[in-house]
């Protein structure tokens, strides 16, 4: 299921063929009486699948080179929920702390492991 704005960005990719991201924001601007940054929404539905790049021309609007995006036949797949902000940095450092160790940086390690359990004590 798309939101309400990922599916205004849909219908306009659409009924209007390929067009470049600032096209899209121009045509949308026009039916809406918010100004929204509908271009934003492209990369989300390119992570859904049901929007492509299928190239590049001049935008009718900035007149520089752009991609082109356009609709897929595939259906919408869900994207995963967005992790927190403490989440993705003890992702991070879990990696890091990985790689020290593959290194045989093992002093600092336990330096990086005392700042994880840090974290995981304030998230609680």
């Known amino acids: 299921m798309l939101s309400r704005t990922r599916l205004l960005v849909y219908r306009a990719l659409y009924a209007l ?3 470049t991201a600032h096209e899209l924001d121009a045509v949308l601007a026009h039916r809406s009486e918010v100004s929204a940054s509908y271009h934003k929404r492209l990369s989300e539905l390119l992570r859904m699948g ?17 991609v082109l995006w356009d609709v897929t036949s595939a259906l919408p797949i869900k994207l995963p929920p967005k992790l927190s902000r403490a989440a993705r940095y003890r992702k991070l450092l879990l990696d890091v702390l990985g790689y020290m160790r593959d ?7 336990a330096v990086a492991g005392e700042r994880l359990r840090r974290i995981d004590a304030e998230d609680c």
């Open 17 to 19: 063929g390929p067009m």
């Open 50 to 66: 049901v929007v492509a790049n299928v190239g590049e021309r001049p935008c009718r609007i900035t007149r520089m080179t752009a």
């Open 103 to 109: 290194e045989g940086m093992l002093e600092e390690v």
